[in-house]
């Protein structure tokens, strides 16, 4: 089986730069359109499928984006894998702004979002315990080294609703919880890709301190812009570095089985189901139903 990868792109990563064989594909889905058209091609002989995450030119703050749609358009699209590139604050001394954090576990404290393709009528319940494929995580730490950049492997993202950042007490709850570092956009994005049985992983590009260090600034638009333009350079190098890892890299399935974690997720008895639902959701979960 080969990689066709879906990478979801963040505050500061717009486009893809380097793609060959490019075509632009407008997508609607049971759930509406994702944030923006999605851009196909090739790098180092890998498929991609491109989706900037706020829209062009950023038009979608965080709590207004179409996360349902966004994952159902990259399944729709026949990617085998998501990652997901995002900007993010430091809730650690250590993670200083420029260092890139290999994430492995979130906090949803995200409050608006629907965070389900499931609904009355057809209802599931996956696991999350494990958030992101081990595999594809480790993968993408190894891009992004090779790409030059500092990489922290594992870390707890703490997903906030925003589009506000926090409060001085709420960065330091956050910091008593055990948090690595803080964002908007991870969740219920994480959640949706494991409904769509689409192994995951995300780089968290750290670009402030968030509010709880006093000894900085309290974080704010133009000290975030400052860094991100130099994290979005390395990222857009990491994400060639990782289309070339796996362009001869026989892909197997996802050592967590994410591929299957639809198997005994769906509870709903086969004659309670309502057949509108299900035909909705045959985008994202046609294997099983």
Same mark, same amino acid.
């Given at each position: 089986?080969?990689?066709?990868l ?9 486009d893809? +730069?380097?793609l060959?064989n490019?075509r632009?594909q407008?997508v609607? $889905? ?9 851009t =196909? ?5 890998t498929?991609l ?11 979608? +703050? +965080? ?8 994952? /159902? ?10 990652? &997901?590139i995002? /900007?993010?604050? &430091? ?9 890139f954090?290999?994430v492995?576990?979130?906090i ?11 609904? !009355? ?7 999350v /315990? ?10 993408? !730490? ?5 790409a030059g950049a500092p990489?922290?492997?594992?870390g ?12 001085r007490?709420? &960065? ?8 690595d570092?803080?964002? *908007?956009?991870? *969740? ?8 769509a049985? =689409?192994p995951?992983?995300s780089?968290a *590009?750290? $670009?402030?301190?968030? &509010?709880?260090?006093?000894?900085e ?15 979005s350079?390395?990222?857009?190098t ?9 362009s001869? *890299?026989?892909?197997t399935?996802s ?5 299957? /974690?639809?198997?005994?997720a ?8 309502? +057949?509108?639902?299900?035909e ?10």
């Open positions: 089986m080969i990689w066709k879906g990478i979801i792109g963040g505050s500061g990563l717009y893809l +730069p380097g060959e490019i632009k407008a609607e $889905t049971p759930w509406g359109a994702p944030s923006g058209e999605l =196909l091609g090739t790098l180092a002989g498929e499928v491109f989706l900037p995450r706020h829209g062009p030119g950023h038009r979608l +703050p +965080p709590n207004h984006i179409n996360f349902r749609a966004n994952i /159902a358009a990259l399944k729709m699209a026949g990617c085998t894998d998501i990652v &997901s995002s /900007a993010c604050g &430091s809730l650690k001394e250590e993670l200083h702004p420029g260092r954090v290999a492995d576990q979130y949803d404290r995200t409050t608006s979002r629907v965070n389900s393709f499931f609904e !009355a009528g057809c209802a599931a319940h996956v696991s /315990a494990e958030p992101v494929c081990s595999r594809l995580a480790g993968l993408a !730490a190894d891009a992004a080294e090779a990489v922290t492997r594992g707890t993202y703490l997903a906030m609703e925003g589009p506000q950042f926090s409060s007490a709420e &960065s330091a709850l956050y910091r008593s919880w055990g948090c570092v803080i964002g *908007m956009t991870n *969740m219920p994005e994480a959640r949706l890709a494991r409904e049985e =689409l995951y992983a780089i *590009m750290v $670009t402030d301190y968030d &509010s709880w260090n006093e000894k600034a309290a974080v704010d638009v133009p000290a975030v812009l400052a860094v991100m333009a130099q994290n350079r390395i990222a857009r990491s994400i060639a570095r990782l289309a070339e890892m796996v001869d *890299m026989d892909r399935p050592p967590q089985g994410i591929e299957t /974690a639809l198997d005994t769906i509870i709903t008895a086969p004659h309670a189901r309502d +057949p509108v639902l299900v909705k959701l045959r985008a994202i979960a046609g294997r099983v139903l």
